[in-house]
């Protein structure tokens, strides 16, 4: 009885934490933007040892820019993947020359006035005399629940299956395509979405033989975390909140957290690099605390713009286009970029109490140094040995260096005895 009344105050902890999150992370998103010169007197404040409860009034930089950036990255692993799956037959050899297939499309619409559509087509391929190729329409059927025309089945509103059958009677090479798409009544020949999969099969003369199939389709789901379905999915039976607390917990996001600190850290050390303020953990610790303030709209205004591509659909923008659909989009992470830079020049030049000019600079070299510094690391994502070698190389390699630099730093104090 004790663990369970335990439990429920850890839930009730759990559940007021997160409604003040929800209250708190857009009121300090909100301030940061309209006023960034705000956070860095507050963080000050903050951080008087005479202050009760740091962080009561806005939310704490760190677990803001955790919040802002991590957890969208978390919850990446949980999104659908949106598209058309050949769920019968599977690659490989099938009895018979009857063949049954069946598809499922994962729709991002959710749209109750739209319709949809599927279209198949087999086609032969045929080989002249002088090796040229061509395609012989065989055969094509039209799905449509605008027209009354529809075999398939809903699933849900934006998951449906389809089915097509043939029999083969003559042996070759054939293709059977089939299209999927939604749309609404006005603008029928502007589909809201559209999908594809392709299925080759080879029929054999002798026909003893078995049929082969290969398929090509874009994968169901985004990944094993992430089931829509009859069958056992591998979060099944698990609560949403404990699989969130496994995928925090992992060693990978664990690294993830940490390096999406480095930047910030990165940019409180410009602040005071060459400076005559010593580097220790306390003249860093409120630059630091600045400069995740600084980055949590950033962070925020990329996933933004990443979720909003990912669900995009052409109807968005009254059918404007996928191109210009994906550029309204990539506006507000363009002035997020802007406002960036202007609080970062404005912020070090204050700081290091330099030049405008000089502050720019700074910043260019930050942000260069960040992008060189992850495509670096991203580049050596598959290559694990070459990663593991060069790991290997740096440690001779920096021992060298520092061995020099105590070698010239001895030299140059032996110099200056004799000079003086």
């Known amino acids: 009885m004790t663990s369970l009344v335990g439990f429920l105050e850890e839930i009730e902890k759990l559940a007021y934490k997160l409604l003040l999150w929800v209250i708190l992370i857009p009121k300090t998103i909100a301030k940061i933007v309209i006023n960034p010169r705000w956070a860095a007197g507050y963080?000050?404040?903050?951080?008087?040892?005479?202050?009760?409860?740091?962080?009561?009034?806005?939310?704490?930089?760190?677990?803001l820019l955790?919040?802002?950036?991590?957890?969208?990255?978390?919850?990446?692993?949980?999104?659908?993947?949106?598209?058309?799956?050949?769920?019968?037959?599977?690659?490989?050899?099938i009895e018979g020359r009857f063949v049954q297939v069946e598809v499922e499309s994962i729709f991002k619409s959710y749209s109750y006035?739209?319709?949809?559509?599927?279209?198949?087509?087999?086609?032969?391929?045929?080989?002249?005399?002088?090796?040229?190729?061509?395609?012989?329409?065989?055969?094509?059927e039209f799905h449509s629940d605008y027209d009354g025309t529809a075999f398939f089945q809903y699933i849900d509103q934006n998951r449906i299956k389809d089915a097509f059958s043939v029999e083969f009677t003559e042996p070759g090479e054939y293709y059977l395509s089939v299209f999927a798409s939604r749309f609404h009544p006005e603008r029928r020949y502007q589909p809201i979405e559209s999908q594809y999969a392709e299925?080759?099969?080879?029929?054999?003369?002798?026909?003893?033989?078995?049929?082969?199939?290969?398929?090509?389709d874009s994968?169901?789901?985004?990944?094993?975390?992430?089931?829509?379905?009859t069958e056992a999915s591998p979060g099944e039976g698990r609560a949403t909140t404990e699989i969130v607390g496994e995928e925090l917990k992992d060693e990978a996001n664990i690294l993830l957290a940490l390096a999406l600190m480095l930047p910030p850290l990165l940019f409180a050390l410009a602040t005071k690099l060459f400076t005559q303020h010593s580097i220790s953990e306390t003249a860093l610790k409120e630059s630091f605390y600045t400069q995740c303030y600084y980055f949590s709209p950033l962070s925020l205004a990329i996933w933004a713009t990443?979720?909003?591509?990912?669900?995009?659909?052409?109807?968005?923008?009254?059918?404007?286009?996928?191109?210009?659909?994906?550029?309204?989009?990539?506006?507000?992470?363009?002035?997020?970029?802007?406002?960036?830079?202007?609080?970062?020049?404005?912020?070090?030049?204050?700081?290091r109490e330099t030049t405008l000019d000089n502050s720019f600079f700074i910043v260019v070299v930050c942000v260069i140094s960040i992008l060189y510094t992850t495509n670096f690391f991203l580049s050596?994502?598959?290559?694990?040995?070459?990663?593991?070698?060069?790991?290997?190389?740096?440690?001779?390699i920096l021992t060298m260096v520092l061995l020099v630099s105590f070698i010239l730093t001895r030299i140059g104090k032996r110099i200056k005895r004799k000079k003086s």
């Open 43 to 63: 963080i000050k404040e903050e951080l008087k040892e005479d202050s009760a409860s740091p962080f009561d009034e806005y939310i704490s930089p760190i677990v």
């Open 66 to 93: 955790l919040a802002v950036a991590l957890l969208p990255a978390i919850v990446v692993n949980f999104l659908p993947k949106f598209g058309m799956t050949v769920i019968n037959p599977h690659d490989g050899f």
């Open 113 to 140: 006035n739209a319709h949809t559509e599927f279209s198949w087509d087999l086609t032969k391929i045929q080989i002249d005399e002088l090796g040229n190729y061509s395609y012989l329409s065989v055969y094509d």
């Open 199 to 216: 299925i080759s099969i080879l029929v054999p003369e002798n026909p003893d033989e078995q049929i082969w199939v290969s398929k090509y």
């Open 219 to 229: 994968t169901t789901f985004a990944s094993d975390n992430f089931y829509v379905g």
């Open 306 to 351: 990443y979720y909003a591509n990912y669900y995009v659909t052409t109807d968005i923008f009254f059918y404007a286009g996928e191109q210009i659909s994906r550029f309204i989009m990539f506006i507000p992470l363009g002035l997020a970029l802007l406002w960036f830079i202007i609080v970062e020049i404005n912020a070090i030049a204050l700081e």
């Open 380 to 396: 050596f994502t598959g290559k694990r040995e070459v990663f593991r070698v060069g790991a290997i190389w740096s440690y001779p």
